[in-house]
């Protein structure tokens, strides 16, 4: 019996961005909406692949943040994946996404 489970690093992954969805579509509580923001209020191309602004970081440790590597991981998902509304469809996305990634299937 084969489990499919993702390795840790992948979990973690899966649960920030699982996070940064609900917090797009307000489904998140406002503190952790707060901290995220929509790339530029004009309408450009990365506007409408709703992506959002990576602060800048200094060290290591800020990169950890979530208001840091929330939106870097959500940038670095297809545009697909990312336009879908539908939460359950999205966790079963993004499980294959990352199910991919790290098994090269």
Known sequence: MKL???PVKQRVQYSILLL???AQHRLAPPYITDLLE??????LRSTTNNDFYVPPSRSRYGDRMFSVAGPRLWNSLPAEMKK???????????KTHLFRAVYEV
């Open 4 to 6: 499919h489970w993702l």
């Open 20 to 22: 940064v969805f609900r």
């Open 38 to 43: 929509q790339r530029a209020t004009r309408v």
């Open 84 to 94: 879908n509304g539908c939460l359950v469809t999205f966790k079963r996305l993004l």
